[in-house]
């Protein structure tokens, strides 16, 4: 069974410092993909990043930066210099990437932890 | 065009009524998804279509009820709904080839906002 947890709920910090966003995730499968989105209060989720389990590079886009480590199960995720507008509620999740009837299409999303940045 | 597009952006309704939530597409994906999500917790799959076939159904409720009328097109007629009904659906869409990586373009809409009164 899959299973994504983001244990921080809420985390408050202010303008321009980091803030670092913890996914540890369980799967038997060995092929998967995780995924970051960001969901602002208009609702939409946005993609942040895909990445499947054999590539363990991390990844920086701008002042977003991705920490994957296979052997702790762990895809974190780093706002750097951290703006009012990353405001938002991010969600960690988890994809099989073997076909079957029952996993087919399912995303297995964190909670969520919501960011809140204040000027 | 890369975008899901939902309509309408909010929706309120009796329990009587009867509504139909929209999602488009036109990027060629060819797996469709409505979600539901309730405040402060994680999108929850209700149902996915491939090839305009239904292909899961989540236990979801009767008085929800999808229908993928061509490629492009996802619609959710909601029938006799719930006032624990309101929430925000999205609707979201990939490439669908199972011999590869089906989530490949994953992109969600921006969502409908459910009220049932």
């Known amino acids: 069974a899959q299973k994504v947890t983001q244990a921080q709920t809420e985390i408050s910090v202010v303008e321009k410092e980091d803030v670092t966003l913890d996914c540890v995730y369980e799967t038997r499968d060995t092929t998967y993909y995780l995924f970051w989105y960001k969901q602002p209060p208009s609702g939409e989720l946005v993609f942040l990043i895909r990445?499947?389990?054999?590539?363990?590079q991390n990844e920086i886009s701008g002042r977003y930066s991705w920490n994957f480590q296979k052997s702790t199960s762990s895809f974190n995720f780093t706002i750097t210099a951290s703006q009012v507008v990353d405001s938002a509620v991010y969600f960690c999740a988890l994809s099989e990437a073997e076909v079957t009837t029952d996993s087919w299409g399912k995303f297995q999303f964190g909670a969520g932890t919501q960011v809140v940045v204040t000027p | 065009d890369t975008e899901v597009t939902q309509t309408p952006k909010h929706l309120v309704m009796g329990m009587t009524n009867k509504k139909s939530l929209k999602c488009e597409q036109h990027m060629g994906h060819r797996a469709m998804y409505w979600y539901k999500q309730k405040a402060k917790k994680p999108p929850e799959l209700m149902f996915v279509y491939s090839y305009e076939k239904l292909s899961i159904n989540e236990s979801v409720p009767s008085r929800f009820s999808p229908e993928c009328p061509n490629s492009s097109l996802l619609n959710l007629h909601l029938h006799a709904l719930q006032p624990e009904d309101s929430a925000l659906y999205l609707c979201?869409?990939?490439?669908?080839?199972?011999?590869?990586?089906?989530?490949?373009?994953?992109?969600f809409g921006s969502g409908t906002r459910l009220t049932v009164v």
């Open positions: 979201a869409s990939s490439q669908d080839d199972r011999r590869f990586e089906y989530t490949y373009g994953y992109t």
């Open positions: 990445r499947n389990s054999f590539d363990e």
